[in-house]
């Protein structure tokens, strides 16, 4: 019986992803059926460009675009039961101009998770997680090299005692890339400790570092790898990381006149701590509101 339930959750999500990559293809036929085309004109050249622009902004984390990020995250065999998680999370992320040459990019993330028991076969908890606003300060007219650099701080808005660290952090966090024809190549780094909250939960000082390998296929298809690797700087040994490795798939499609990312990803941890997931599955849809 204990081995049952993951098996059954790996069906589902399995059963999810395959129906993700179905909707994409679908969604791919149904907008990219041809039609006799008419001789272009400037206004359809002008088209075609901001679509292109725009999804190379869909891999750019510090793009002036507003945009809505719904990302599912599913970890599996968690502990000696190999117990499976789950976080919905909500990312909105708006660019706010500060003067001509300057813009201040803010992304908060709000996961609502499941959190079970590591130690026993049934049970855990259930509800809203920490929340992590982070904000950059971005020129708003980049070089040939984009970054942007700002505090992030964990909120402690957990409803569950399992579900967030207990404790306000904050500390710095800086994002680099560059977008060379198709592609986009960067990192995000950030490291947080803990300044406030209970003294009965342990202090934070935990860093957060992803790398992001992106390339546009045709037809508004993409690969990407980002995967998030974690360190605990208070935690001893092998304790100590989360190194995750994979990649995913994803298309930009159009809903009437918005454009909407899909995307899904598969990474297994090749590092982990004692009782850390072995593999995560994460599915997003990502909706975009372009100027």
């Excluded at 909105?92 to 908060?108: E, F, K, Q, T, Y």
């Excluded at 076969?121 to 929340?131: A, P, R």
Aim: glycine share 10%; hydrophobic share 45%; with cysteine.
């Amino acid at each position: 019986m204990i081995n049952e339930i993951p098996h059954r959750t790996l069906r589902r999500h399995l059963t999810a992803l395959i129906l993700f990559a179905c909707l994409c293809c679908i969604v791919s036929q149904g907008f990219g059926q041809e039609t006799p085309p008419p001789v272009a004109t400037s206004a359809q050249e002008a088209k075609t460009l901001s679509e292109e622009e725009l999804l190379k902004a869909t891999q750019n984390p510090v793009a002036d675009l507003i945009s809505l990020p719904i990302q599912n995250i599913t970890n599996f065999r968690i502990g000696p039961l190999n117990r499976v998680d789950n976080a919905v999370s909500f990312q909105p992320v708006i660019p706010m101009a500060l003067s001509g040459d300057w813009m201040l990019i803010s992304r908060i993330i709000l996961p609502v998770a499941w959190q079970p028991y590591p130690d026993k076969e049934s049970g855990g908890q259930f509800g809203l997680g920490d929340m992590n606003p982070t904000f950059f300060l971005s020129p708003k007219n980049p070089g040939s090299v984009i970054w942007g650099a700002g505090p992030a701080m964990i909120l402690p808005t957990a409803t569950g005692n399992i579900l967030g660290q207990g404790k306000f952090s904050a500390g710095p966090s800086v994002v680099v890339l560059a977008q060379p024809g198709n592609w986009t190549v960067g990192a995000l780094v950030s490291n947080v400790w803990s300044v406030a909250g209970s003294s009965s939960r342990a202090s934070v000082n935990r860093m957060s570092f992803q790398y992001f390998l992106s390339y546009i296929l045709k037809d508004d298809w993409y690969l990407n790898s980002a995967p998030i690797m974690a360190a605990d700087w208070r935690a001893s040994g092998g304790d100590r990381w989360l190194v995750p490795v994979g990649a995913g798939f994803g298309k930009m499609v159009m809903f009437g006149n918005s454009p909407v990312d899909l995307f899904a990803s598969a990474y297994g941890n090749v590092v982990k701590p004692a009782g850390g997931p072995s593999w995560q599955m994460n599915l997003q849809v990502t909706l975009l509101f372009p100027k």
